[in-house]
């Protein structure tokens, strides 16, 4: 893939655009989320405003292959956004303020918008991602799995809690009279 820095002497008055595809190796520094597979297709349009203000705008549409919140399986997610920013030659170091300015350096020479792009695209992913919302969609042999997980710690705690309960149970006592 080609390096998404771009020399800043690059843009002119005249529109340009740039395109990029991304594959899964773009994301692999993304923690905490894991992306496992992705085609994103991405058009960078840029325009020189002044001498030292560049209006950028990323388009990016394609999709990733992220794990499931509930089975931890592939789940596609679909990626279609546009982000709009202002890159501002003036400051003296470099500074995103995430509402679209981006400052950088007056020295500087390039801009790299590659963590731009990964943050534009991984913030479509919505907190939490399951198949479709739908459980039928999920992976049903590893529910059982992680279901079997979970109910293999439950004698620990019933144990556990049984000590600290008194000898009778109130509730076992109330259906005790009712048998009476
Ligand atoms: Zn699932």
Same mark, same amino acid.
């Given at each position: 893939m080609d390096s998404l820095k771009l020399k800043l *002497?690059?843009? #002119? #008055?005249e529109p340009q655009e740039f395109t990029y595809r991304l594959d899964g190796s773009f994301f692999s520094v993304a923690e905490p989320i894991e992306v496992r597979r992705a085609v994103v297709e991405v058009i960078l349009r840029a325009r020189r405003r002044d001498a030292d203000t560049v209006a950028m705008e990323v388009a990016c549409s394609g999709s990733l292959t992220i794990p499931c919140d509930r089975c931890m399986g592939d789940m596609v997610h679909q990626v279609d956004t546009t982000y709009a920013f202002t890159v501002s030659q003036r400051g003296d170091r470099y500074d995103d303020n995430g509402e679209g300015l981006v400052t950088i350096p007056a020295t500087a020479t390039e801009i790299d918008v590659e963590p731009i792009v990964r943050d534009t695209v991984l913030l479509t992913i919505p907190l939490t991602h399951v198949?479709?919302?739908? *459980?039928?969609?999920?992976d049903e042999q590893m529910l059982r799995v992680l279901e079997r997980h979970l109910t293999d710690q439950e004698p620990l705690q019933a144990e556990a809690s049984a000590e600290q309960e008194p000898a009778t149970d109130p509730r076992w006592d109330a259906l005790k009279k009712l048998k009476e």
């Open positions: *002497r690059l843009f #002119s #008055s198949h479709d919302g739908i *459980r039928e969609h999920c």
